[in-house]
C-alpha cells in the first residue's frame, strides 16, 4: 500500500519559474525522502528530512516538513528544464528500517 | 567509487520462467533493499538484506525470494513468472550503522517483461 500521496500528479511550468511538489503521508515517520526518477530509470536521491528537523535545503531544493500535518513539501527554485522528471517522496514508517514507502510521484516538465 | 549496479539492464522472459536479477552495493554499504515499479507507480518494498538474512518483506508472495552473499552483493529471484511481473525492479543499498537510517542508494534497476 502507498503511505505517501504527492500533489499535484502532474506539474508543467516554464524554465526559471519555481515548482512545488507535496506530500502526504498517514502513519507516524522517522524521516522522509525525497527522490527523483528519470524516464523510468534509477532513483536518484535529493533529500533526507528527519521528523525533529523542519527545514532544509541543497543547492536550489528546499523540503520543509510539517508532522503535525503529517506533509512535506519540495520546492524547487529557478527550474531547468534538466529538472524535468517524476518526483517521489518516501518514508520509513516509524520504523527507521530502511524499508521505504513511496507515494506515486509528481510528473515535473519544465519547458524551456 | 562505483555505486549501486545491477545487471541485467533489460530482460524478457515468458510466463512460467524463473528470473535472477543481481545488484552490487555502493562501496562501504551493508544493506540491500529490493522494490518493484510498476509502470506510472512509485516502487514497492519487496524485501531486505541484512548480514545475509532477509531482515523485513513487503506484501508480496514466496515466488520472490532473494539472497545476500558475504560481500554484500545480492540477488533477486522469482520463480513461475506472471504477466503482472512486469516491471522495473530496483535494487537500493545503505548503511545501518547501530541502529541509525542513513539514505538509500538506488541502481539504474532491470527492465524486466514477462510475455
Known amino acids: 500500500s502507498q503511505q505517501g500521496e504527492e500533489d499535484p500528479q502532474a506539474l508543467s511550468i516554464q524554465e526559471g519559474e519555481n515548482a512545488t511538489m507535496n506530500c502526504s503521508y498517514k502513519t507516524s515517520i522517522n524521516n522522509l525522502q525525497w527522490y527523483r526518477q528519470n524516464s523510468g530509470r534509477g532513483l536518484v536521491h535529493l533529500i533526507l528530512?528527519?521528523?525533529?528537523?523542519r527545514e532544509k535545503h541543497s543547492g536550489r531544493l528546499r523540503v520543509t516538513l510539517d508532522t503535525s500535518k503529517k506533509s512535506s513539501s519540495l520546492l524547487i527554485t529557478a527550474s531547468r528544464a534538466a529538472d524535468t522528471a517524476s518526483y517521489f517522496c518516501a518514508t520509513d514508517r516509524g520504523g527507521n528500517t530502511g524499508k521505504l514507502i513511496f507515494g506515486q510521484g509528481t510528473t515535473l516538465q519544465v519547458k524551456p | 567509487d562505483a555505486g549501486v549496479t545491477q545487471s541485467p539492464t533489460h530482460l524478457i522472459k515468458t510466463r512460467g520462467q524463473q528470473v535472477t536479477l543481481r545488484c552490487s552495493p555502493k562501496?562501504?554499504?551493508?544493506?540491500v533493499s529490493w522494490y518493484q515499479q510498476a509502470l506510472g507507480q512509485g516502487p514497492q518494498f519487496i524485501f531486505q538484506y541484512y548480514e545475509e538474512e532477509e531482515r523485513q518483506r513487503g506484501n508480496f508472495p514466496d515466488r520472490f525470494s532473494g539472497h545476500q552473499f558475504p560481500n554484500y552483493s545480492s540477488e533477486l529471484n522469482v520463480n513461475a513468472l506472471l504477466l503482472g511481473d512486469s516491471a522495473l525492479y530496483l535494487c537500493?543499498?545503505?548503511?545501518?550503522?547501530?541502529?541509525?537510517?542513513?539514505?538509500?542508494?538506488f541502481g539504474p534497476g532491470t527492465r524486466l517483461t514477462v510475455t
Open positions: 528530512i528527519r521528523s525533529n528537523e
Open positions: 562501496s562501504g554499504h551493508d544493506t
Open positions: 537500493a543499498s545503505s548503511l545501518d550503522e547501530r541502529g541509525i537510517f542513513y539514505e538509500q542508494y
